[in-house]
């Protein structure tokens, strides 16, 4: 049953994913992030200024890209009397954008809005911490921003450990992982020959070498590794683990774009609803179960819902 404040997604559009230091190793994460909110707005066939809020979930924040959300909004040519802000919750920072402009719009905030993910990993810099104050006498030592946003500052310890810990509370053998990574590629690169992505990509223009350019269409990241060769991998994160490189997530670079309004106000404007966002939610874990979650079930306004998964 449809209502008139259904909160909807009227169009969406991702770049390719961009493996570290990839095709997108040098385009800046707030040029990603403008170039799929522009496109996101011209697919839903509404103008720039239509747009009352832009949230972008980002969780390298640097350098100029501080105040990353005004950035891409002014990039894509939203009027700068449109406000925008960001948000990070880590690997799930472009969903939180998604829930907070599902929030606006209930709230009655925002008519319009657009939610964004971006995040150029291979860009994180290096950090010489003591710099500022100067050093008296010594070696320095540059420390890698990507393995710093990647570490739990609290144990420390990497993310990868943190997959350990699942592995071992949960009895999940190498050979099991192992399997599930390669199905998972295999899958991956079955989509793409079949073009199952190829609507929902933008193709950038990216550097080809000094001077040439070409356009980036295509996931980048899969491999058509053999699946015996997974098992010859060392372990990347203990001496005993059971998490290689294979079967990790990978280190990707990338953005993805969303608008979103209510039912009433797709109607108004003549657009067709891509589908309706039930609802949303997030379970509180141990810092340490990071990678175990909560799928069972999920609040809706009619209460909670079983999860399904339509497509794997």
């Known amino acids: ?30 040029d990603l992030g403008a170039a799929v909110i522009r496109e996101a707005i011209a697919r839903a066939g509404i103008a720039p200024q239509d747009i009352d809020e832009t949230i972008v979930g980002n969780v390298g924040q640097i350098a ?28 799930g920072s472009g969903l939180q954008a998604l829930a907070d402009g ?10 319009v809005v657009v939610a964004c993910g971006t ?26 921003g990507l393995i710093s946003i990647l570490t739990w500052p609290e144990g ?8 350990e810990n699942v592995a071992q509370r949960f009895g999940i053998t190498r050979e099991a992982m192992d399997d599930f990574a390669w199905s998972s590629q295999q899958k ?10 190829r609507e929902q990509i933008l193709a950038l223009e990216v550097p080809d070498g000094k001077k040439a ?24 994160f203990k001496a005993d683990g059971v998490v290689t490189a294979a079967n990790s997530s990978g280190i990707n ?38 990678g175990v979650w909560s799928l069972s079930r999920y609040p809706t306004p009619d209460g909670p819902s079983q999860y399904r998964c339509a497509v794997h």
């Open 1 to 30: 049953m449809t209502q008139a404040n259904d909160i909807v997604i009227v169009s969406g559009v991702r770049t390719a994913i961009g493996t570290f230091n990839g095709s997108l190793k040098h385009t800046h994460q707030h």
């Open 119 to 144: 995040e150029n990993m291979t860009q994180l810099p290096y950090y010489l911490r003591k710099a500022r104050d100067g050093y008296r006498m010594g070696n320095g030592e540059l420390e890698d």
């Open 156 to 163: 420390p310890y990497h993310n990868g450990i943190t997959a």
């Open 64 to 91: 100029e890209s501080g105040f990353i959300a005004r950035i891409c909004q002014l990039r894509a040519g939203i009027p700068q009397e449109s406000t925008a802000y960001s948000v990070n919750r880590q690997c």
């Open 213 to 236: 350019t070409r356009l980036f269409a295509t996931d980048e990241h899969p491999r058509d590794t053999p699946r015996e060769k997974l098992a010859t991998l060392r372990p990347a």
């Open 253 to 290: 670079d990338g953005a993805a774009a969303l608008v979103m309004m209510t039912r009433q106000q797709a109607e108004k404007r003549g657009l067709t609803p891509r589908m309706r966002i039930r609802g949303w939610g997030g379970r509180r874990l141990r810092s340490g179960d990071y």
């Open 102 to 111: 599902m929030m606006q719009l209930q709230s009655g905030q925002a008519e």
């Open 188 to 197: 991956a690169l079955k989509a793409i020959a079949e073009g199952r992505f």
